[in-house]
């Protein structure tokens, strides 16, 4: 799991940089192939997993979500969430 962490904020960097000449449209599919769809493969393993590791998966969503959204590190992401399901 610390393999795919380690590469999901490695692509969240890199579309954080080129964010802003990039279309929402555009920007959610690069989160949606490079962060979504690797968690959502890992989604079989997740079953029994402690806590602390499933924590770890879910700051990965919810960077993505701040990246997408362009929303502050210290805003609440709940809303943030909930506007993008």
């Known amino acids: 799991m610390q393999g795919v962490a380690r590469l999901a904020f490695y692509h969240l960097k890199n579309i954080s940089k080129v964010r802003l000449f990039l279309s929402l449209s555009?920007?959610?599919?690069l989160v949606h192939?490079?962060?979504?769809s690797r968690l959502e493969y890992c989604n079989v393993l997740l079953s029994g997993l402690p806590r602390n590791t499933i924590s770890h998966l879910q700051i990965i969503q919810n960077?993505?979500?701040?990246?997408?959204?362009?929303?502050?590190r210290r805003a609440h992401?709940?809303?943030v969430l909930k506007?993008?399901?």
């Open 83 to 85: 506007s993008l399901y």
């Open 33 to 36: 192939t490079f962060i979504i």
């Open 63 to 72: 960077s993505a979500a701040q990246v997408l959204t362009r929303t502050r």
């Open 26 to 29: 555009n920007t959610e599919r």
């Open 77 to 79: 992401i709940t809303p």
